[in-house]
């Protein structure tokens, strides 16, 4: 197991690791169909769509956890 205080890294790993993968998925389907290579074009997005958003999410995280601060009654 991962030690706790590695939690946001492994939060964003995750969450970029997921959502670059359905979001390249679901855009390499629109722009080019669901052609022979689909596997190859979506992979290959895939990859250059984690290595962009891992670190967007670590960069954003914390300014969106300040929005849901302000926007969300607290308890």
């Given at each position: 197991m991962i030690a706790h205080k590695y939690q946001?890294?492994?939060f964003a790993f995750?969450?970029?690791?997921?959502?670059?993968?359905?979001?390249?998925?679901v855009i390499s389907l629109f722009n080019v169909g669901l052609v022979d290579n689909i596997i190859?074009?979506?992979l290959h997005a895939w990859l250059f769509a984690f290595v962009v958003a891992f670190p967007a999410v670590?960069?954003?995280?914390?300014?969106?956890?300040?929005?849901?601060?302000r926007v969300v009654k607290p308890q």
């Amino acid at each position: 197991m991962i030690a706790h205080k590695y939690q946001p890294i492994v939060f964003a790993f995750f969450m970029a690791l997921l959502m670059s993968c359905l979001m390249s998925l679901v855009i390499s389907l629109f722009n080019v169909g669901l052609v022979d290579n689909i596997i190859q074009i979506w992979l290959h997005a895939w990859l250059f769509a984690f290595v962009v958003a891992f670190p967007a999410v670590m960069l954003v995280a914390p300014l969106v956890r300040r929005l849901v601060a302000r926007v969300v009654k607290p308890q």
